[in-house]
């Protein structure tokens, strides 16, 4: 019992990869998934494992990534992803003593947040997996930003038409 | 170095307090988030959509635990407020980015002495 149930058989993305990172654990809220291949494609972030099945995260609902490299936070270098979404982690009663965090979402908190952890096993890649993830970021920018004047399209800012 | 290099987010910044944010490439500078949690670093760029990367972090969760990140990128959308430090001038500095920005605007096109893209007429 207690198997992710929001990992599932899903194809590697096809196009718009901008970095892969095999043998990368993941890790959600201090739960370890096993090992398998991060994706870092334009139009999501996708893990799998070996065998095919795995989940992917739409950038839109991601509020922030980073690299932890202070282990006296967390045991190995990784790549920290915060979602703005919930994932199945009820019974989460084997509070596993990995982690600090077992927030226990007091469900006063309006946001739904899910910490994810990617742990490549070759550290030196974590820069350019934060890169490309920021990347990747920068082109989903907030539809509902409330400044929706950024409706530039109809107005002259050529370079040339001054 | 990391300049909006698109004339849509270039738009974008010229018309919105976002260059001033531009312009504190390199400064220490906390950004509290939408969740309460707050990340201390040093900018290393601020997009159009507000959209922030700081360098050598140091990141308080809304439990008010301390971790060090080397470096965080936040969405726009999760930014709260951005404290400006005390020693930014914050005038000269939007002027200093707005100048940035019109000379790139410039690079390409009409400047005088610059003639990197050979132009039809010529």
Request: glycine share 6%; charged share 30%.
């Amino acid at each position: 019992g207690g198997a992710m149930s929001f990992l599932k058989r899903i194809p590697p993305p096809a196009e718009g990869v901008r970095h892969r990172q095999p043998d990368t654990e993941a890790v959600l809220s201090g739960r370890s998934l096993g090992a398998g291949w991060l994706y870092i494609a334009e139009s999501r972030l996708s893990w799998l494992e070996n065998s095919g099945v795995g989940f992917s995260l739409d950038y839109p609902t991601i509020s922030l990534h980073a690299v932890s490299r202070d282990l006296s936070a967390y045991p190995s270098e990784h790549l920290y992803v915060m979602v703005n979404a919930k994932f199945e982690e009820e019974g989460t009663k084997e509070a596993p003593v990995t982690e600090e965090e077992e927030e226990e979402d007091s469900d006063d908190d309006a946001e739904p947040i899910a910490e994810f952890r990617f742990v490549p096993n070759d550290k030196s890649a974590l820069e350019a997996m934060f890169s490309a993830m920021c990347e990747c970021q920068a082109l989903h920018p907030d539809p509902d930003d409330e400044d929706s004047d950024n409706d530039y399209e109809g107005e002259e800012y050529d370079v040339e038409a001054r | 170095m990391e300049v909006s290099h698109s004339l849509k987010e270039r738009a974008i910044a010229e018309n919105s307090l976002v260059i001033l944010l531009q312009g504190l490439r390199g400064l220490l500078t906390t950004v509290e988030l939408r969740d309460e949690s707050a990340a201390t670093g040093l900018v290393t760029n601020v997009d159009a959509f507000m959209n922030v990367r700081l360098a050598q972090v140091t990141f308080t969760d809304r439990q008010g635990v301390v971790s060090h990140l080397d470096e965080l990128f936040v969405t726009g959308r999760n930014v709260r407020y951005v404290h400006i430090p005390q020693e930014v001038d914050i005038r000269a500095t939007i002027e200093q980015q707005l100048q940035l920005l019109q000379r790139l605007r410039s690079f390409g096109g009409r400047h005088r002495g610059r003639k990197e893209f050979p132009r039809s007429k010529h």
